[in-house]
């Protein structure tokens, strides 16, 4: 046995060592010892209100779970009095219940407790009769089975923040309830699942087969752990199956990111599964018509058609969008079919259209396109600047972190136009008008050196540019840049003190930084702040981190999945990192960067782009501009979409190919702070359905070509052959070690979680201080378009909706709607839930009306998860002028007659 490190403490004469501010609780369960403790949870503040935990510590007798370990304490749990005391504690919880509370086949912990303590359902002797609530999809409230051990009241609170819960009643009538009075599905409740997780009794549960069933247990149908396939927090999941189908989506307890939770996506989301809208087989256009076909005919026609388009155009004439919500390993495969096979370097993916940004600005500040630190080292800070991003609702687990970060005492600074979640909490809200956030950075900028609140040393020792960002600040004092944002002068300079004076600040962002006609200098006027103050790649601070959109946009363009570069981001038109490649694939990689996106769809309009293959992007519903999107389409004479549903862009392809979803396929994600984890298919897909990897490599079979990498594993390795910084990463070591991040060129050593502590990744081992001039939004409003519409993300669903709108959550988010301010409502005439029309110089859309103060006067937001309401046919096609990430955030709009 080694050293003893922490608290040295004995439990039933057993020594052992417990971390600092350890519970007795913790130290009688890791001596072994099963404990009742029914008001207790691992991730919740400790109670000590059932007294069920009851042990004796130096001769007194204390509940465990509220009495800290104490060097040398000597603790008891064996003896007889204090078995009798549990067991009378247990017997009076359980003889309020009604004697359904304890059937032999409850999975209930008090159940479960009971049995162990030989405690039949005849102590149960409390009657029925408070009733319950089931007017939730997700959630079901028996109030008589609850105890009021809170633990669901503070799961809310504490861990998701969220508040929506409280007891209520008095002694022996206590009972959980929505706080704000009615029915459950009126309360502020999102779902997360947090209270179904934690409640001991099963007064509060999932509906359906997994009733009763937690984390917490170890139930006898099957468990699958993976990786959340929505958003790119990357929470671990728990998918438990009977007979094949899934019965529920647990969060895990160890999962490195989400620490036992999760969100209502990721836990509750997951119906579009068996959903009879699912595509089980392969379509094919025929007389204008998609019809079912084998896959042997399906795979022939577009092989056949793809060697026309080559034989027409040469291999430029065909392009693949590569998907953000598909494996590493399937993204590996379709670039590099695209480069090995066909010769072209038309793949790009949809960071396009989010991140794009985020990947050439990290660049040039720092040296690589990745956040620069740790999501648990951005919860070390002591000063949060949050821009741009609503994580409450986009990315609810990381949102719930912050949140309860900030309630635990950190300052938080949130520059967003509207009043997003976090905002409430917030010691300063900057809400810039959308599109002046380059001037709202130099402002904050300007301050920081104003006040002297830079690191010297820092920008002497690690950074250039400081002098052309110095001479460029100078136009932008406080009070001109409140003329420019419409922000104060005095919160300007508040939230720059804030964040200058803090000990370890962390910035961390969202797409309202990048979606912007100067996104790219966006970014890099907000890495500006922390080179100047010296937070970045060093103990000084957790440097600057994008929140990525979906589940896997980091990895897709980790993978190569772009025009310009290799896996790995060796560019392309660098005859070294072509070589590199060359040697593994064993052909010659094409040397002209690609096509991006817009560029896509405007070679298609103009007849060069011949043939197009979408791998799981509704680009008919996210991308800006939808009517040239479907124009492009129209005009291209092949469209191959890889698809769960027969959505916008599957509708117009020629060739529909049935895709397994992120719960029926094996390989890896990248979440959003670089961690790749494993992904494991929980159940097969349905009807004639295949992964992504499998069809892309039948595809280049049905072209004659062999892609190697029988296995996802080993397309990883592959992989890892061209890419050094993938170089220590595999499957097996990620089913070893769980989350591993990139860099990791070393097998046998961690890969880096904080980045650039010794030098920056720029060619000069330097930070990169920008000094981009603020240039003004390609649209504002003017008489014809007075408005602003910001597009966004709602908490229910995801992205085009696809997968959330194919189960429950419609029943949370029926619509899309448009929130509009009173003013401007009153302005113009419009009602709260009428329909209303929107109009922009692009298009039009129909929503309803939601009015309130979270969007600032003469600005209005939607979400885009309803592609029949049309939101995108409203954006522009103006982009940012570094990456064509298009600019979702500004679009001048007016109200219409629907
Ligand atoms: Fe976690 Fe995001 Fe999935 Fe929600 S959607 S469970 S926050 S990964």
């Not at 609780?25 to 207790?40: D, I, K, M, Q």
């Not at 990947?359 to 630190?373: E, V, W």
């Not at 595809?699 to 592959?718: F, H, R, S």
Request: negative net charge; contains cysteine.
């Amino acid at each position: 046995m080694g050293p003893m490190t922490g608290i040295g403490i004995e439990v039933d004469g057993i020594g052992l060592a417990v971390p600092d501010g350890a519970s007795l609780l913790t130290a009688v369960r890791a001596a072994g010892t099963e404990l009742p403790a029914l008001c207790s949870d691992d991730r919740l503040s400790p109670a000590g209100s059932c007294r069920t935990c009851l042990v004796r510590a130096d001769g007194r007798v204390v509940a465990a779970c509220v009495t800290p370990a104490s060097p040398g304490a000597r603790v008891e749990t064996a003896t007889d009095d204090l078995a009798c005391l549990r067991r009378d504690a247990v017997e009076l919880i359980a003889s309020a219940l009604p004697p359904r509370a304890l059937t032999v086949d409850s999975p209930s912990e008090l159940a479960h407790v009971c049995r162990s303590m030989g405690i039949g359902p005849e102590a149960a002797r409390g009657a029925d009769g408070r009733g319950e609530d089931d007017s939730h999809p997700y959630v079901r409230l028996d109030r008589d089975l609850c105890i009021a051990c809170g633990r669901c009241v503070r799961m809310c609170s504490e861990v998701q923040g969220t508040f929506a819960l409280t007891l209520v009643g008095r002694g022996g009538d206590t009972v959980v309830a929505p706080g704000a009075g009615g029915t459950w599905a009126e309360s502020d409740c999102v779902a997360c699942g947090g209270c179904v997780d934690t409640c001991p009794t099963g007064a509060i549960t999932q509906p359906g087969p997994a009733r009763g069933l937690t984390s917490g247990m170890r139930p006898a149908a099957a468990r699958t752990l993976t990786t959340c396939g929505y958003c790119g927090v990357g929470c671990t999941l728990d998918v438990v199956t009977r007979e094949g189908e899934i019965t529920a989506v647990l969060p895990a307890r160890d999962g490195p990111v989400n620490h036992g939770h999760a969100c209502v996506k990721g836990r509750f989301a997951h119906g579009f599964r068996t959903s009879p809208e699912r595509l089980t087989r392969p379509l094919l256009r025929r007389g204008g018509v998609l019809e079912p076909v084998g896959w042997d005919e399906a795979l022939a026609h577009t092989a056949r058609e793809l060697r026309v388009a080559v034989g027409a155009g040469g291999p430029d004439a065909v392009a693949a969008i590569s998907s953000a919500r598909a494996t590493n390993e399937d993204n590996y495969l379709v670039q590099k079919f695209m480069r090995a096979v066909l010769g072209t370097n038309n793949v790009d993916n949809c960071s396009r259209l989010c991140h794009s940004p985020s990947a050439a600005g990290l660049t040039a500040s720092f040296g690589l396109s990745g956040g620069t630190d740790s999501f648990d080292d951005v919860q070390r800070a002591d000063c949060l600047l949050v821009v741009g991003a609503n994580p409450v609702e986009a990315h609810p687990v990381v949102g719930a972190r912050l949140l309860n970060h900030v309630l635990h005492g950190a300052a938080l600074v949130v520059a967003d136009p509207r009043a997003v979640g976090l905002a409430l909490h917030a010691d300063v809200h900057l809400r810039p008008r959308p599109g002046t956030n380059v001037a709202l950075f130099h402002g904050l900028a300007h301050i920081l050196l104003a006040e002297g609140l830079v690191d010297e040393e820092f920008l002497r020792e690690r950074a250039t540019g400081l002098p052309e960002l110095v001479a460029l600040l100078d136009d932008y004092p406080p009070e001109r840049v409140a003329g420019i944002t419409g922000v104060p002068a005095e919160d300007l300079v508040a939230a720059a003190r804030l964040y200058g004076r803090a000990e370890r600040p962390a910035v961390v962002y969202g797409l309202g930084v990048t979606e912007h006609l100067h996104g790219t200098d966006g970014v890099r006027s907000l890495a500006n702040l922390a080179i100047l103050c010296g937070a970045v790649g060093s103990d000084r601070g957790y440097g600057v981190n994008p929140l990525r959109g979906q589940n896997n946009v980091q990895g897709a363009s980790d993978m190569g999945a772009l025009p310009d570069v290799l896996p790995g981001y060796g560019k392309v038109t660098d005859p070294a990192v072509r070589s590199r490649a060359e040697d593994v694939w064993g052909v010659p990689v094409p040397e002209r960067p690609g096509l991006r996106i817009p560029d896509m769809f405007a070679a298609a309009r103009t007849g060069d782009l011949r043939a197009l293959w979408v791998v799981g992007e509704d680009v008919c519903a996210t991308d800006p501009d939808t009517n040239r999107v479907t124009q492009a389409l129209d005009a291209c004479p092949l469209v191959v979409c890889n698809e769960l549903f027969l959505s916008e862009t599957a509708r117009r392809a020629d060739v529909v190919l049935p895709a397994a979803s992120w719960l029926e396929k094996d390989g890896t994600f990248v979440n959003f702070d670089r961690r790749f984890q494993r992904v494991r298919p929980a159940v097969p897909p349905p009807g004639e359905a295949r992964t992504d990897f499998d069809i892309v490599r039948a595809l280049a079979a049905a072209m004659g070509a062999d892609l190697g990498c029988a296995t996802p594993a080993e397309a990883l390795a592959e992989c890892g052959r061209l890419a050094p910084v993938f170089a220590g990463l595999s499957h097996d070591r990620l089913d070893r070690e769980g989350a591993v991040p990139w860099p990791c060129p070393d097998p046998g050593r961690p890969g880096e979680a904080k980045l650039y502590t010794r030098r920056f990744a720029t060619p000069d081992g330097r930070a990169h201080l920008a000094a981009a001039p603020y240039l003004p939004p390609g649209e504002e409003p003017d008489d014809a378009y007075p408005l602003l519409l910001v597009t966004g993300r709602r908490w229910a669903h995801y992205n085009s909706g696809s997968m959330t709108r194919h189960g429950g959550n419609l029943a949370l988010d029926p619509v899309d709607f448009l929130d509009l301010h009173p003013d401007d409502a009153h302005r113009y005439g419009v009602r709260d839930g009428e329909r209303v029309a929107v109009e922009s110089r692009h298009g039009r859309a129909r929503l309803v009306a939601r009015i309130g103060e979270r969007t600032a006067p003469g600005q209005v937001f939607c979400s885009f998860h309803f592609p029949t309401s049309g939101v995108n046919r409203l954006t522009s096609d103006h982009a940012d002028t570094v990456t064509s990430c298009p600019e979702y955030k500004v679009t001048a709009v007016r109200l219409a007659v629907p």
